[in-house]
């Protein structure tokens, strides 16, 4: 079995969908479609469930994607530790600066253990650029959200996290279980600045052109709605300040956990940090 062909069924697995698979490695999906159906006589063994609901693992599949994440992070731990030794064992990462989430501490702690002689680095940007610096070249990869321009850049999602409007804990709607975007059409939501990616900004703008005051920074937005009764998005997993609050807001798409690298990058740094993200902080 190749590493290569190896590496083919964890992305399949990964992504349950042939098509998404084919797009993270960079393939069309014929030729990969071939790779897991030869790696399936190989092993005598069907590795997916195939209906036209979609794709599922079998026991076997299973099996194989514990075992093999395992042989490619033991692959990829060997290019890094020779990387180390010649002193360019290095990688950036690029956080948003909304991050409170606890999966990424433990996201760090297994990065660490499986990685202990690389040097690690962290960009942490403002809300004005959801790629954290991958496009300028300021990262390797990045841990962030979507929706934003993904060309040019390979992006797999890792979980969603529905959203909340935030408030202050006085405003008449506080006091709601749940809104709709319709009950805040009257507001003044916070804004990105001019050269914001487009689709991030009609995303945390509730799909409809706002106006309110323009903000870089969560504590910006925070502020915002302190002093100005300003609205805005977050996600439900953020815990504000006690004089606000966070309503639910059910119409709203939820927020797309996500991580994010430039395509056809072979770091194994990166390849690494892909696969110990996707089974730390997905569902």
């Known amino acids: 079995m190749e590493l290569r062909t190896l590496r083919y069924f964890v992305a399949v697995a990964e992504e349950l969908h042939f098509g998404r698979a084919a797009s993270r490695l960079h393939?069309?999906?014929?030729?990969?479609?071939?790779?897991?159906?030869?790696?399936?006589?190989?092993?005598?063994?069907?590795?997916f469930d195939r209906s036209p609901a979609g794709v599922a693992l079998t026991a076997v599949g299973a099996v194989l994607l514990d075992e093999g994440r395992a042989?490619?992070?033991?692959?990829?731990?060997?290019?890094?530790?020779?990387?180390?030794?010649?002193?360019?064992?290095?990688?950036?990462?690029?956080?948003?600066?909304?991050?409170?989430?606890?999966?990424?501490?433990?996201?760090?702690?297994?990065?660490?253990?499986?990685?202990?002689?690389?040097?690690?680095?962290?960009?942490?940007?403002?809300?004005?650029?959801?790629?954290?610096?991958?496009?300028?070249?300021?990262?390797?990869?990045?841990?962030?959200?979507?929706?934003?321009?993904?060309?040019?850049?390979t992006v797999h999602e890792l979980r969603s996290d529905p959203v909340g409007a935030v408030l202050r804990s006085d405003d008449p709607l506080a006091r709601h279980d749940s809104l709709m975007l319709a009950d805040l059409a009257d507001r003044h939501w916070f804004q990105f600045p001019d050269g914001t990616d487009p689709l991030w900004r009609t995303y945390w703008n509730g799909g409809e052109p706002r106006t309110g005051p323009v903000v870089r920074a969560v504590q910006e937005c925070l502020q915002a709605v302190l002093w100005n009764g300003t609205v805005g998005m977050i996600p439900l997993g953020h815990k504000p300040p006690e004089e606000l609050a966070v309503i639910p807001v059910t119409d709203m798409a939820p927020s797309r956990v996500v991580v994010a690298w430039m395509a056809g990058d072979t770091n194994p740094l990166v390849r690494s940090f892909v696969r110990i993200a996707t089974a730390g902080l997905s569902p």
């Open 71 to 153: 042989l490619l992070d033991q692959a990829d731990r060997v290019q890094v530790r020779v990387a180390a030794a010649a002193g360019a064992a290095v990688i950036t990462i690029g956080v948003l600066g909304d991050t409170t989430d606890p999966g990424a501490t433990r996201l760090a702690g297994a990065y660490r253990r499986q990685h202990p002689g690389a040097e690690v680095r962290i960009r942490e940007t403002d809300l004005t650029d959801p790629t954290c610096g991958l496009r300028a070249g300021l990262v390797d990869v990045a841990l962030t959200r979507a929706p934003f321009d993904e060309t040019g850049l």
């Open 27 to 47: 393939m069309s999906q014929p030729p990969l479609s071939r790779a897991i159906k030869q790696l399936e006589t190989e092993l005598g063994a069907a590795l």
